[in-house]
């Protein structure tokens, strides 16, 4: 019993160590990913573009024999056609190759927590919303940015804490129905520890949903703040600068006022000056 009690603690700290190991994403890794993009990138351009330049090129050298550029030509539309076709195909090999790819890296880098600076990998599970507020959130302030990408890093954790312990309390319950079923004198102790899998898993996934939505509300906090310090400042500022000119306003109209009234004043003057002519007898 001691000894297998030994194995099992020894078998989970191995487990432990390989996944530590297994979380760090390698330059071999990142270097893989790279070559399954050029490749996917050059493979038809490659296939394609060869056989036609080649059969250019043998175009030019014979073109005083019209048999033997027919016949070139000919051949190299076949090797062009077929190497589009090959390009394509290897194409969509690479193109699936590195989706897999991609998906791997995410679980590796997931599997300990999603940090800040690792959010370009999960750009496909962003909200539309949030990915607009992230840009207009770091455009406006670099430390609320930061604070953004921290709690959008703790959304996509909680996010997949949630499905997979969903998943995992969904599996659970079917193998207690399938424990049910059977006639075994042990059913009683595994439906014992099955129940204390269910409930920790519903523990897990009830903490994994309070820390979303933790999150979520940390998120509208954040574009709150944006906020305030970019559309409200400049809002507020424009009021103020609106409401300085209505002030300005009455002593404007007074002004134009008083220089109508001294227009007056000056033209009645004048018309009182000029000399009046006497009329004729």
């Known amino acids: 019993m001691l000894v297998g009690r ?3 603690d020894a078998r989970g700290a191995l487990d432990s160590i390989q996944l530590t190991v297994m979380n760090d994403i390698t330059p071999a890794d990142l270097a893989h990913g790279r070559k ?19 059969t250019f090129l043998m175009l030019l050298l014979t073109a005083p024999a019209p048999p033997v550029a027919a016949v070139i030509l000919f051949v190299g ?12 195909f290897i194409l969509g ?10 998906r791997d890296m995410r679980e590796l880098i997931a599997a300990d927590g999603i940090k800040a600076e ?20 770091e455009a406006r302030d670099l430390m609320l940015g930061d604070a953004y990408r921290e709690t959008l890093a703790s959304r996509l ?13 969904q599996l659970a319950k079917r193998r207690q129905n399938s424990i049910k079923q059977l006639k075994s004198a042990r059913s009683d102790e595994f439906q014992a520890e099955i129940g204390r899998d269910l409930e920790k898993i519903a523990r897990i996934n ?10 979520e509300a940390r998120l509208q906090m954040i574009e709150a703040a944006a906020s305030r310090g970019g559309n409200l400042a ?5 009021l103020k600068k609106l409401s300085s000119r209505a002030s300005e306003l009455p002593l404007a109209l007074e002004s134009a006022k008083m220089a109508e009234e001294i227009r007056l004043e000056l033209e009645k003057e004048d018309a009182g000056e000029m000399p009046q002519l006497e009329p004729e007898n």
């Open 157 to 169: 954790t909680a996010t997949r804490i949630v499905k997979s312990s969903k998943r995992e309390l």
């Open 234 to 238: 400049d809002s507020e500022l424009a």
């Open 77 to 88: 539309i076949v090797a062009t056609v077929i190497g589009f076709v090959t390009g394509m």
């Open 206 to 215: 009830d903490e994994a949903k309070l820390m979303l939505s933790e999150a």
């Open 93 to 102: 090999l690479l193109v699936h190759k590195r989706s897999v790819w991609t």
């Open 6 to 8: 030994l194995s099992q």
């Open 36 to 54: 399954l993009k050029i490749g996917a990138i050059t493979a038809p351009v490659a296939l394609t573009g060869l056989p036609a330049v080649i």
């Open 118 to 137: 690792e959010i370009g990998w999960f750009t496909n599970e962003l909200r539309s919303n949030e990915k607009r507020a992230l840009r207009a959130v």
